[in-house]
């Protein structure tokens, strides 16, 4: 059966990703109509595959690449204070090796990182003993003197499904699982005709004054293929790929490590019982199905074992993660230094409907990303609103003030546990790192842990599966187990299959 769109649409989005998801949101709260499809999951992709940091990119410094990092840096607390639930502020040990970086420059560059941004209120940089403080803790003890600084940690899959609800709170419609196979200018160039393949194969024609691009690692082949517009923007694909293994320091600090090969990998505390390690940069030249190798669980795995006091073996690994980073395409012929900036293209010849392509972009600055789009599409919408993401929270987050991000959430966590005395306070709390306020719509009606349903494995159970289905468009074992949740990590592969088949048989036959 085919469906049509009575109205045209102000704008469209294709992509649902970090970008696509931001740049809905912030259109919908400036009152236009708008639209969004996304072919597989949301944040299926790359915005699922990062390394979940809300940071400034130290590293990009040495890149000279100060306006990305001075943005980014801003967008700490931006981003912290709009999904205060599902991100939260991370110190990060440095440990000094004299001979890859003199401390002077890490001195400096810390400097840089601490005051590119005049309003940070994150705590700053300083030089520590990890010999005799806590920040030594998982390191060898050949480790002597290193550094800590501040960055925030992110639940990256939850923070696209955050703004896709709150798009959808103020108005547009979500297509999920809509591949958009034909976008094409009407005959007087004024609308985009736009045809959506739905999940059970029906074609879903609408009409919009103007098209975003955001398809991430396709966005070029969105352009050739759909649009049929011409660029020469190209972008270049670079894997990254981590791994997860059991936890290898106490603390709730994380380390930035350095390699010879002036690379830097990540050991972040991650699902309470894990560590995460990643990322590698590895350019290739498709974007479809990226997996870890044993090449670079062995590169993972070897760093972290130069650093960590427990060795890190392949065979320790529990779960891996590739994606692709679809970064501007700069010439620069190093994986590792292409700009992680964004860039964003506009194509509307002789005032026809505009149709704006995003190339690169990281998770940090999607909500500028956002902003930049809708500033550059004002021409063609001269009615829309101003800019308002700055100062709101998501869909979930609107926790009471409280001194510190982290006080806010634990305020919010405990006085949920009270209102439902009969539930586990470490479930309660789980929860409400996944939902924020939502948790009050998630538990409606519940008062015990039987209320909750079948228990899968972790802290997963059917209640909150059906409302992940019912609410956050969540359709296979893998929206719900890597994405929505983290929970596959808790549970057993006998109980992941389990679930599997359970999700299935919840799915009628197209």
Known sequence: MNGTQDKPLDLFVVGGGINGAGIACDAAGRALKVGLCEMNDFASATSSKATKLIHGGLRYLELYEFRLVREALMEREVLLAKAPHISWPLRFVLPHEPHLRPRWMLRLGLFLYDHLDWHMTLPKSQGVDLRTSKWGVGLKPSFEHGFVYSDAWVDDARLVVANLKSARDMGATIHARHRCVSARRSADGKLWDIALAAPDGATVSLQARGLVNACGPWVKHFIDEQTQVKTTKRVRLVKGSHIVVPRLHDGDHAFILQNADNRIVFVIPYEHDFSLIGTTDIAVEASDNPVCTPQEIAYLCELASHYMAKPVRPEDVVWTYSGVRPLFDDGDDNPSAVTRDYHLEVDAP????????????????????????????????????????AGKPLADGELADAPTFEEAFDRFAIEAAKTKPALPPDLVRVLARRHGTGLDELLEGVRTVADLGRHFGGHLYEHEVRYLIRDEWAVEADDVLWRRTKEGLHMTPAQREEF???????????
């Open 500 to 510: 599997t088949q359970w999700m299935s048989a919840l799915r009628p036959d197209p």
């Open 350 to 389: 002789d005032g026809a409907a505009p149709l704006l392509s995003v190339f690169g972009g990281k998770i940090t600055t999607y909500r500028r990303l956002a902003e930049h789009a809708l500033e550059d599409l004002r021409k063609f919408f001269p009615r829309m609103g101003e800019a308002w993401t």
